[in-house]
């Protein structure tokens, strides 16, 4: 007997951005795609330009306020200057595991009038919702080169593989592809 399927199949798309600007500049082409009562989740190391692409994010959604990075706040509300939904920027560096400990942040009251964006949000925030989009973004780091291998190029570490996973209904017939435009 098969197993059933699941109800919507992860919908995924890879990119490759090679600077700060295009990180920004891939925020305000998923700006296009959002609205309110969409979850995005960030996911990399330090450094690997979670906070730029939400800089590029709130530009796209038109929203009040520099877009920084809410660390020592933990989350920050950037209302909008037009009839498009607020985005909220959270920062769950700090926060230990589960959504308990996010509950002072009102997040489950937000979402539905927000776009909200949580680095660092994977096994603290998934409850909130199961329709969520997922982005993760590696940084290829140094260009250091090791006996008989070939130099990297310069400017090597402005590289990022960024990967969207669009997870629920709400992304079963969404186009990431249009993100690579």
Do not use: C
Not at 36 to 46: C, F, H, I, Q
Not at 104 to 131: A, M, Q, R
């Amino acid at each position: 007997m098969e197993a059933p399927a699941a109800p919507h199949d992860p919908v995924e798309t890879q990119l490759i951005v090679n600077s700060p600007e295009q990180m920004r500049e891939l925020g305000r082409k998923l700006a296009k795609l959002l609205r309110a009562g969409d979850l995005v989740m960030l996911s990399g190391e330090l450094g690997a330009g979670k906070t730029t692409l939400t800089r590029g994010l709130g530009e796209g959604l038109g929203v009040r306020g520099a877009v920084t990075s809410p660390t020592f706040v933990i989350a920050r509300v950037h209302p909008s200057l037009g009839d498009g939904p607020p985005l909220v920027h959270v920062d769950a560096y700090r926060l230990g595991g589960g959504l308990d400990e996010m509950e002072d942040l009102d997040l489950d009251v937000s979402l539905p009038d927000s776009v909200i964006v949580v680095e660092w949000g994977e096994g603290k925030v998934e409850e909130l919702t199961e329709d969520r989009l997922q982005v993760v973004i590696h940084r290829t780091v140094g260009t250091a080169t090791s006996r008989g291998a070939t130099p990297e190029p310069p400017g090597t570490d402005e590289v990022r593989h960024v990967t969207f996973t669009g997870l629920g209904e709400r992304w079963a017939d969404v186009d990431l592809g249009v993100l690579s435009a």
